[in-house]
């Protein structure tokens, strides 16, 4: 009897936010549906996860890996050239973002078999069972494989909308496990497809095209109070690229949380501009219904800046006003900022500190996340690698150091760069933030960096980071006393979270 098992690897993504990889649960549902067993390995909650993904492995069709861009593609390299060494007739499949935005580049590595382009959980399903009986992949819409040495890439496959795909697999998940690593029990969950805009540094439409798609909202209330109550979460992150596209949706779904009673906190992301879009009463009312934080794309302070991004939907004042709308009416304002957009100067990165500054000042609830602009596969501003100078990387593996947190470029290298992380730095201590993860910082490093969060602020003031002696305490007051060790029994991560 050939096998009906299925193995699934999900690499660490260097955060504590550490939860069940949607990607996969999503893919595991129809397998699950034809009668396949599915076996997840997640790297981030499992001890040797190497030898548990071999060892699994052995009486599997085939191994299966979820990734995007960055620092993920260490681990799949290494899982995936030990799964070949070992098992040479078991294909490598790599599906999600990278492997979707790169088809080319990551099928001609050696240790890849198969990469499924776009949206997985019918594709994933045809190959499982083409592999099973023996068949070649030929045909099977939006996959790349190889025949006789060569790749062949498939016709695309069309995008369908949400309502038309299964449920999420989410009895799949170790929500224990994850648990002891973050802190928290949480869970990630999808109301709608795609954004209407079309911000320059952004991938979506190179996966999920324009066309917004949503869930009706007595769907999205059945769903979440069910989960919630079934795996005992306290929050839930509605991972949407932008929630509030349908405005009338987003009240019915909190009316409707309000009527069930289930109480439980909510996150969304979401452009400023549809944020100012409701009325106070009714952000109260998200509110009522759990919504505890809105996270959106504020980006730069510059409105010239903002054109160059191609967010002119978004002027400078919602970003304001969205912060004022959201403190009163109880729920976090929560930003991200990209700091080395092409064409910023000195002027217009002062605009955006000052931003910073203005939001948080006024807002104390505000918090703001920073990245250094990286310029992701399948973004806009990626037609112009070329002329802007960017190292686009050749290989596969080269993408594993594309990472926000500390990307350099040739406008922001060496002392230049080195000045922004400083700026980025400090601006992380002059100000709270919230992480999903619990914060285990020892009591006295915690009291040092609430001291130094004062000098903190009137360097930003002054836009002064020379001398960083605020910045020597902190790592000093780390390093003598650590973070206190977490519950996590699997594969330890570095401690800063990420922002997406
Ligand atoms: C949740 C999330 C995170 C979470 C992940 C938490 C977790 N436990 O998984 C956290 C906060 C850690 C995170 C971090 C980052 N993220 Co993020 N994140 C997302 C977000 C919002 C949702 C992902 C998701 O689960 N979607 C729901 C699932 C169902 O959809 P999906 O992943 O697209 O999966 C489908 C297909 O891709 C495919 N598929 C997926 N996996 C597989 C596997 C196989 C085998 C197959 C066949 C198919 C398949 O089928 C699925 C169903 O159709 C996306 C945006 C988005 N709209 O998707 C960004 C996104 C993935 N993140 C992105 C980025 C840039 C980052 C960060 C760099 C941000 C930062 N500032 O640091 C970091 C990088 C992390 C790392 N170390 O590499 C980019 C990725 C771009 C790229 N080229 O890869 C995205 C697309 C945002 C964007 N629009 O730019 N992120
Ligand atoms: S950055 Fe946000 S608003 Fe802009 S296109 Fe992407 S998802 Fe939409």
Redesign the pocket.
Known sequence: MPSKKVVFFFPAFSSQEATAPLGILAVSTPLLNAGYTVRIVDSTITPNFQQRTLDELDDALCLAVSLVTGPMIRETVQIARAAKERYPGKPVILGGWHPSLLPDQTLACPYVDVVVNGQGEDAMLEIVQHIESGESLKGIKGVGYKEDGRLVFNSPRALKPLREMPPKAYHLSDFDAYERVCGRRWAMYTSSLA?????A?????GLYG?QWNALAADQVVEEVTDLVSRYGLSLLWVVD??FLVDRERAVAIAEGIVRRGVRFDWSI?A?TNLVTRLTLDELKLLRRAGLSQVSQ?A?SGSPKVLHLMN?D??KLDTIYQAADLLSRAGIRPSFNMIFGFPGESDAERRESLRLVMNVCRRYPAAEFWTNIFTPYPGAPIMKRAFELGIDVPKTFEGWADFFPRYTTLPWLKGEKHQRVQRMREYMRIAFNRVPIGVQRKHPIARAVHRLISVPARIRLDRDYYSAPVELWMKNKANQWFPPLKPKVDAHQLSAEVVSC
């Open positions: 954004c209407p805009f079309n911000c540094y952004c991938t979506n439409e324009r690229d932008n992301q452009s794309g980006d967010k939907f978004q």
